[in-house]
């Protein structure tokens, strides 16, 4: 068949966000990321020794890279041999620069089951970190679909597991710790996306112990700062950002726009390495430097973005 | 947003289309029986035998359970959680004509209007042209879309089959769900960046909007 070139690209920049290696590896170009090679690789100029960033699971010794790959729409290709093959491809260079973590849902269709079948078929899958979730409302399916997902991903354990979207969290939230006792799952979260639902993800934070929280965070949906983030702190449960790029809105909002000189001086040029890098910049850090992306055609909202990542150059 | 991308949903038609060809070719056939029918003109108006126009929206009705029940229950459902969903809208649909057929069937109108024009050349487009778009603008073969298999020319091709039709109470009715599955088709194109199905949703908003139309200008003349 012949491609669809304009969505192609898309679908490669996808996935190529999806990795975010971009975020860890200086010169890590998307096309590398997606697999254009037949043979498990690390871009050039990567230094693959030198291994990802990494962070502790608070309260234990456990270390896992900072960078991980989520699976929505992106493994959701049923039984398409041929955009198999591209995501084993992924999973190999994925795997040889060191990811670990793999995120997915029963929500995303046929995405767990190729998951399964691929991580099946791959020689080096070392350092998974399988994280999944339950999207139900009702109790039983929920126990179903934790059935499921060890059948479909191929495990006895499975390392994270996560109500999706805050549905039905009290009785899942029990039947997670349930597993967890039977040792059929590692750690216990749960997520939100979009900025959705943050009051009541607060409360559950404060109050019910669990080990990984899964939410929006990029350069321009930052409200999490406010009090999630330093309550997760506080409560010492792991964070998962998820949409780092708005699903590469963010590549085609500064794309026409040349790098600010600060992110020349960096050793991580690209913009996916630079983005993602607000993540730990203190609001209270305010910078001199304004950034070259503002430009009077793009107005208001191009600038706060822009005045944003400039003032969270500090993070770099 | 959806869950699935537009390269997989192709792959999916695609892969019906490959395992259903005999079935492709035979939707293709009733498809081309029912325009025939719509555009002969002894069998097309309202002095037409009953069973003809009975004939005609079994035949549609068939069209909407297939897409229903194979497409959406058997294709689409593992890759997509509302699939099952859509799949009875398209069943209920089925059903609906599928009733009207048996106990009244929509007659065709005495005059070829603009409308009826209209109505013929959207379900030339259903048969004919959308498949033949997805093969020009998609990933190529197998991966178009035929009516009585694929939501989307169904839909199409129906709103313009309603288009021919005779305007009474029953036209709004069954063009009710079809305005539904048109205005999924749009959220569809949007989602998945193939603004070729926006005019699936402009067709179906369009034969609601007719045959309500058609219905009150009915009830003005009888006053």
Redesign the interface.
Known sequence: ????SP??R??LRQLGTLLAGAAAWPSLTLAGAAGDHATPSVPEGVDAGRGPLDAAVPGTDERIPKIGMGT???F?????PN?RETLAQVLRTFFAMGGGMIDSSP?????E?VLGDLLAKLEDTDGLFSATKVWTRSTSGGEQQIDDSLALWGLDTIDLMQVHNLVNWREHLATMRARRDAGEIRYIGITTSHGRHHDELERIMRDEPIDFVQLTYNIVDRSVEDRLLPLAQDRGIAVIANRPFRRGQLFDRFADHPLPGWVRRLRHRQLGAVLPQVHHCPRSRDLRHTGDFATPAHGAEHGRDVRTAARCRCAT | M???????W???I??MNADLAVFVVIALLLGVFVLALTWWPRLADHKAPTSIHRRLGLAVAAGWIAAGAVFHGQYLE????GAPWLMALFIAQGLLLATVAFVHPLAGTGAVTPMVWLGRGLMVYGLLGMPLLDLLL????P?FRMVGMTPEAMTVFTCGWLLTRQPDWRLPLTALLPAVAGAWAGYQALAL?WPIDWLVTLAAIGALLAALAGLLTRARRSN
């Open positions: 068949m012949n491609t669809l969505t192609r898309a679908f929505y729409i992106t959701n290709v049923g039984p398409d955009a929500m995303y269709g046929t995405a089951e | 959806l869950p699935y991308s537009l390269e997989a192709f792959s999916l695609a892969r593992p890759m997509f959680f998609g990933p190529g073969w991966a960046d």
